[in-house]
T-cell receptor
Framework: GAGVSQSPSNKVTEKGKDVELRCDPI?????LYWYRQSLGQGLEFLIY????????KSGLPSDRFSAERTGGSVSTLTIQRTQQEDSAVYLC???????????FGNGTRLTVT | GNSVTQMEGPVTLSEEAFLTINCTYT??????LFWYVQYPGEGLQLLLK?????DKGSNKGFEATYRKETTSFHLEKGSVQVSDSAVYFC??????????????FGSGTRLLVRP
């Protein structure tokens, strides 16, 4: 595709529900990243994929958060038993290699009520 | 650890005014420095970068100089336009660390340019 695509663009969910956020990176990009942008905060690193493996999951806030990547392409970020503090914009980015410029998607705005 | 500090916004300017958005950093090694811009309704885009001391990154009339002595990377533009209204993020990556792929971002500065 022309750019990094994320879906849904907006998600409202009730506290305690599970949510899945999807990211379609640019074709051919081997590296994929998830970041979180909370209100008034900078972007917080969550996880980095190289191909299908995630050598760095250090930014995942708790064990309620998980992510996977399949076929070296699409990635899904799953949040289980959502809490209000999970409300944020979740941004996905991809790059050709790990030290190439990042291309960001438009993000998924998650609101937990 | 590595960190980035930006001036708080919003910054409100009239068209054709001079812009400075301050950014300072803390790093254990010799980081690469970046400015990203997020226009309304869009994803972050790389605006400019500098990879070593005294380098000047420039793009679309914006400039920033990597100042190692003051650990700064301030963004400047001589004459802003309404279309420059956006949120600007300063960021760094540290090539000397195993996690060189990881970008450390500042909190962002919103710029509003009035006609």
């Amino acid at each position: 595709g022309a750019g990094v695509s994320q879906s849904p663009s907006n998600k409202v969910t009730e506290k305690g529900k599970d949510v899945e956020l999807r990211c379609d990176p640019i074709s051919g990009h081997t590296a994929l990243y998830w970041y979180r942008q909370s209100l008034g905060q900078g972007l917080e690193f969550l996880i980095y994929f190289q191909g299908n493996s995630a050598p760095d999951k250090s930014g995942l806030p708790s064990d309620r958060f998980s992510a996977e990547r399949t076929g070296g392409s699409v990635s899904t970020l799953t949040i289980q038993r959502t809490q209000q503090e999970d409300s944020a914009v979740y941004l996905c980015a991809s790059s050709f290699t790990y030290n190439s410029p990042l291309h960001f998607g438009n993000g998924t705005r998650l609101t937990v009520t | 650890g590595n960190s980035v500090t930006q001036m708080e916004g919003p910054v409100t300017l009239s068209e054709e005014a001079f812009l400075t958005i301050n950014c300072t950093y803390t790093a254990t090694g010799y980081p690469s420095l970046f400015w990203y811009v997020q226009y309304p309704g869009e994803g972050l885009q790389l605006l400019l970068k500098a990879t070593k001391a005294d380098d000047k990154g420039s793009n679309k009339g914006f400039e920033a100089t990597y100042r190692k002595e003051t650990t700064s990377f301030h963004l400047e533009k001589g004459s802003v336009q309404v279309s420059d209204s956006a949120v600007y993020f300063c960021a760094l990556s540290d090539p000397s660390e195993d996690s060189s792929y990881k970008l450390i971002f500042g909190s962002g500065t919103r710029l509003l340019v009035r006609p």
